[in-house]
C-alpha cells in the first residue's frame, strides 16, 4: 500500500458527500454519520488511498455499514418529507378555496381536478418508494416543477365554469375552514416531533456535539409554520385585491 | 518468502477467515484499522480492503465482542481505536479452537491417499 500524498481533493469530497447522503438514506443519526467520515478519513490518511480504490462506492460502502449497524427506530427523514409534502398539498386546496369563498362563489370541482388531486395523492403516498432514486439521481427532481406545474395548470384550464359542468360542488367556507385547521394541526405535529427529536446535526466524534443556539431552534420551529404563516400572507392578500376592487 | 505464498489468497479463504484474524489481532491491545490491515500484510494474509474491514469491525461493536474509543491525532484526523472486552476474547478462543480443529481435519482430509477417505 502507498503512502502517496493525494492532490485529488475535490472527487474525495465529493465521493465523502455522497457518502453522507447514502448513510442518511439508511437512517443514520448524523453522530453516527459523522463517525463513519471520520473513520473513512482517517483510513485514508493513513493509507493513502483514495476511497474508491479503499471503500468501493459511496452506496456499497453505506450499505454494508447499514447492514451491520444496530437497527434504530428513530423518526426518518420520509417521515419529515411526508410532512411537508401533505402540508402543500392541503395549502393547495386552501388556495383554490380562497377566491371562490372571497367572491361568496362556491367551489366547483371537475373530473379533471379530481385526476390531478387523485394523481397527486398516489404520488406522496408512493413517495417512499422513489423518494432515495430521486435523491441519487439528482437530475429527476427537475420532473418536480413539470409535475407540479402541470398538475396545477391542468385543473385551472379545465376548471368548471358552471355548477352543471361540475363534478363536485363544494362550499367555499368550510373546505377553507376545514384546510386551514389541517395546516394548523400539521404544523403543530411537526413542531412536536422537531422539539422531541434531537438536532441529530453531524458532529466529528472527536468535537463535542455543537449546542443548538435557541435562535437557530426558533428557525426550526418556524420552518413548521412556513405554510400557515403563507395562507395567512394569500388570506391578507386576497382581502386587499377584493376590497380595491 | 515463495513467489507461490506472494500471489493473493483466494478471496474465500480471507473472507473465512477474515473475522477470526481481526480478533487476533487486537489481543495486543487497542489497535486501529491501518495498523490491522498492515498486520495482515506483514504476516502474509494478503492485502484487505479498509471497505471490508470496517463493516466487520462495526458487526463485532454491535455484538458487543469490541469497543470504540476516539483519540485525537497528533496532525490530521483522530484515530478510532478498537479493544477486544470480555465477550471478543471468549468468542475469539471459542473461534480459534474450532479453526483449528477444521484445518487440521482438512489438512489430514487433503492429504489422505486418494484410495481412501471418499466412497468408491
Redesign the interface.
Known amino acids: 500500500?502507498s503512502k502517496e500524498v493525494t492532490t485529488n481533493a475535490v472527487p474525495r469530497k465529493k465521493w465523502l458527500d455522497e457518502l453522507t447522503l447514502e448513510l442518511r438514506l439508511n437512517d443514520f443519526s448524523g453522530t453516527a454519520v459523522g463517525?463513519a467520515l471520520?473513520?473513512?478519513?482517517?483510513?485514508l490518511?493513513?493509507?493513502g488511498?483514495e476511497p474508491l480504490?479503499?471503500?468501493?462506492t459511496p452506496r456499497?460502502?453505506a450499505s454494508?455499514?447499514a447492514?451491520?449497524?444496530?437497527k434504530k427506530a428513530k423518526e426518518s427523514l420520509r417521515g419529515i418529507v411526508m410532512l411537508g409534502v401533505t402540508s402543500l398539498v392541503v395549502f393547495l386546496l386552501f388556495s383554490s378555496a380562497l377566491t371562490p369563498w372571497s367572491q361568496g362563489e362556491q367551489l366547483l370541482i371537475g373530473g379533471v381536478q379530481m385526476a390531478c388531486t387523485g394523481l397527486a395523492a398516489v404520488l406522496i403516498l408512493l413517495l417512499p418508494l422513489y423518494l432515495s432514486f430521486m435523491v441519487r439521481n439528482f437530475w429527476t427532481l427537475l420532473t418536480i416543477p413539470l409535475v407540479g406545474g402541470a398538475l396545477g395548470i391542468l385543473p385551472a384550464i379545465f376548471a368548471p365554469k358552471v355548477a352543471t359542468d361540475a363534478l363536485l360542488v363544494l362550499s367555499a367556507g368550510p373546505v377553507l375552514l376545514t384546510t386551514a385547521t389541517l395546516l394548523i394541526a400539521l404544523s403543530v405535529v411537526g413542531t412536536v416531533m422537531t422539539l422531541r427529536t434531537d438536532t441529530d446535526s453531524i458532529t466529528s466524534?472527536?468535537e463535542p456535539a455543537p449546542a443548538m443556539t435557541v435562535k437557530a431552534r426558533y428557525f426550526e420551529i418556524l420552518t413548521q409554520w412556513l405554510f400557515p404563516v403563507l395562507a395567512v400572507l394569500l388570506f391578507g392578500f386576497t382581502a386587499l385585491i377584493q376590497s380595491l376592487a | 518468502m515463495s513467489s507461490f505464498i506472494e500471489e493473493p489468497w483466494p478471496g474465500d479463504w480471507n473472507r473465512a477467515s477474515l473475522g477470526l484474524c481481526a480478533l487476533q489481532a487486537l489481543t495486543g491491545g487497542p489497535s486501529y484499522g491501518y495498523a490491522i490491515i498492515t498486520a495482515f500484510e506483514d504476516a502474509g494474509l494478503g492485502t484487505i480492503k479498509g471497505g471490508t474491514l470496517y463493516p466487520l469491525l462495526t458487526r463485532f461493536e454491535t455484538a458487543g465482542w469490541v469497543e470504540v474509543e476516539w483519540r485525537a491525532g497528533e496532525s490530521g484526523p483522530g484515530r478510532k481505536y478498537f479493544a477486544l472486552t470480555a465477550a471478543g476474547r471468549t468468542e475469539l478462543d471459542r473461534q480459534r479452537k474450532q479453526w483449528h480443529t477444521f484445518t487440521t481435519r482438512t489438512t489430514a482430509f487433503l492429504a489422505t491417499a486418494p484410495d481412501r477417505g471418499v466412497l468408491q
Open positions: 500500500m463517525d471520520a473513520t473513512v478519513e482517517e483510513f490518511a493513513d493509507s488511498q480504490e479503499a471503500f468501493g456499497e460502502y454494508e455499514l447492514a451491520e449497524s444496530p466524534p472527536l
